[in-house]
């Protein structure tokens, strides 16, 4: 079977699996995740082990580094490797689904991480069916596997061990996050960091013995306007506190303080120069008998456009044999596409179905790019394949 065969092959299953691919994302979505629910990201793990599991397909479960995570393999075990990657867990709390479960209404899904991504996912979930039924009816040149994480939305602080360890030596990965609300798929991301700021003073009574008191929260208040000040929009790179308590009585000189901090940068190089400059900041306050750190909570590396001009290339060619006209984008939020990408394997995220309004109430996935952008994933594997 030649490549414009097999191309016919997978489009044509995966057409034709339209309905139960709407039914597995409803089954999907309609499980709380919460990354900080474990026990209900294994149940989205072993839903999606299962499914392909009665499919045929050879899969592991895999439980290490402190998450769980999803690990399935189609194809021969030689020649390219190629991966289809994505996270289970969403930052809705326990009882979302309860309180808005999912739902279709005008070509749109609705529900918790529906978009964010569940209906990644499902497309991955689906192209490994796809290839696993052309690979028994003619052998695959290449080995496709999909890999689908726990901790994505804080920062993967575990995953990212699963990733550097199953993904080593991958020739290309194809990251399921929404497409974005402009159809286009996400050639570049920023970097990021999230840390904690710990701030320890003297109690003083405010009102009699104010001298004696060293205050955690102007040491703290100075430390913020010190870290802001490190924004420069024009190099990309963003400092937020976002978060900030301290104190006990507004009659006593603050003891203690605290601050949750975030940090977006374009580069690696950018990254390490501002970890730098961020301990400074905090080191250097200038309140006496104020001790203060920086504790990083978790982090993403850039995902930069050059490790994705070959597949952004090879993914405008193949939507247009499809009638889609897309482009790469580049956005401020971080995802797994930079552990990838700093590996140096090609990467290209956003490849799952179009979404908007992620992590608010107002989040959807349009049904229509469903099967679209499976098919146009699969064209690329097909036309990467040696």
């Not at 209906?119 to 028994?136: D, E, K, P, S």
């Not at 900041?281 to 008998?289: A, I, K, L, M, R």
Request: charge should be negative.
């Amino acid at each position: 079977m030649n490549k414009q065969g097999m191309i016919e092959s997978v489009s044509g299953w995966l057409r034709d699996y339209e309905s139960e691919m709407k039914q597995l994302l409803e089954v999907l979505v309609n499980i709380d995740s919460f990354s900080h629910d474990p026990a209900d990201v294994r149940e989205v793990r072993d839903r999606l082990a299962d499914v392909l599991a009665q499919a045929g397909i050879e899969v592991q479960r895999l439980d290490e580094q402190d998450t769980c995570a999803l690990l399935a393999q189609v194809g021969s075990q030689t020649g390219q490797t190629f991966f289809l990657t994505g996270h289970m867990d969403t930052v809705f709390s326990k009882g979302t689904v309860a309180e808005r479960p999912y739902r279709e209404a005008d070509g749109k899904a609705y529900g918790p991480g529906v978009a964010d991504m569940k209906a990644g996912l499902v497309i991955n979930a689906c192209l490994m069916m796809a290839f696993h039924r052309l690979h028994q009816q003619h052998p695959l040149p290449f080995t496709l596997k999909m890999m689908a994480t726990g901790d994505e939305e804080i920062g993967s602080p575990n995953g990212q061990h699963l990733i550097r360890r199953y993904l080593a030596g991958a020739d290309a990965v194809f990251n399921a996050e929404p497409g974005r609300v402009s159809g286009n798929v996400v050639s570049a991301r920023k970097g990021g960091g999230s840390y904690r700021i710990d701030v320890t003073g003297r109690a003083a009574n405010a009102g009699v013995n104010h001298a004696d008191g060293a205050s955690a929260i102007e040491a703290l208040a100075r430390i913020t306007q010190s870290v802001h000040r490190l924004t420069d929009y024009q190099a990309g790179i963003t400092t937020n506190v976002g978060l900030i308590s301290g104190g006990t009585t507004p009659n006593t000189v603050a003891q203690q303080a605290s601050a949750m901090l975030d940090v977006r940068f374009n580069t690696r190089e950018q990254g390490e120069q501002l970890a730098e400059t961020l301990h400074a900041c905090v080191e250097q306050h200038g309140v006496p008998g104020v001790l203060a750190s920086l504790t990083k909570i978790a982090g993403f590396l850039p995902f930069e456009a050059r490790m994705s001009e070959r597949l952004l290339d090879l993914y405008r060619t193949q939507a247009r044999q499809v009638g889609v006209e897309v482009d790469g984008e580049f956005t401020g939020g971080c995802s797994d596409a930079g552990w990838t990408a700093s590996m140096g394997i090609a990467t290209l995220c956003g490849t799952g179905p179009v979404g908007g309004h992620a992590h608010t109430e107002r989040e959807y996935c349009d049904l229509s790019t469903l099967v679209e952008r499976a098919v146009i994933v699969g064209r690329c594997l097909i036309t990467l394949a040696d």
